[in-house]
């Protein structure tokens, strides 16, 4: 467990706050999430730009409301949106839907 201390004087402390670490199991995304939620994958471009393309055919959707010609959405269209991103290997990062 580590411990914030603020030192007031030499031998006198107090403990502003204590952090313990949890271990979090990522979730895999499941087939019937990625048939029920629009889906949309992370993904990052050889020059470092993080877009958001589509996982699931209600993922494909969700991009062509925006426009019907664009390939993903960026982290701040995606963030606007109820959806469920998932990384290359289709674990959850982030849910809106919980």
Same mark, same amino acid.
Request: include cysteine; aromatic fraction near 8%; glycine fraction near 4%.
């Given at each position: 467990?580590?411990m914030?201390?603020?030192? %007031?004087?030499?031998?006198?402390?107090?403990?502003?706050?204590?952090?313990?670490?949890?271990?979090?199991?990522?979730?895999? %995304?499941?087939?019937?999430?990625?048939?029920?939620?629009?889906?949309?994958?992370?993904?990052?471009?050889?020059?470092?730009?993080?877009?958001?393309r589509?996982?699931?055919?209600?993922?494909?959707? %969700?991009?062509?409301?925006?426009?019907?010609?664009?390939?993903?959405?960026?982290?701040?269209?995606?963030?606007r949106?109820?959806?469920?991103?998932? &990384?290359? &290997?289709?674990f959850?990062?982030?849910?809106s839907?919980?």
């Amino acid at each position: 467990m580590k411990m914030v201390i603020n030192y %007031l004087t030499k031998n006198d402390f107090e403990i502003i706050s204590t952090i313990e670490a949890v271990k979090t199991e990522s979730q895999l %995304l499941t087939w019937q999430q990625m048939q029920q939620y629009p889906v949309l994958q992370k993904t990052q471009l050889s020059s470092g730009k993080i877009i958001y393309r589509p996982r699931s055919e209600k993922g494909k959707d %969700l991009i062509y409301k925006v426009d019907s010609i664009l390939a993903g959405l960026s982290e701040k269209q995606a963030n606007r949106r109820k959806c469920i991103v998932v &990384d290359k &290997d289709d674990f959850i990062i982030s849910n809106s839907f919980l």
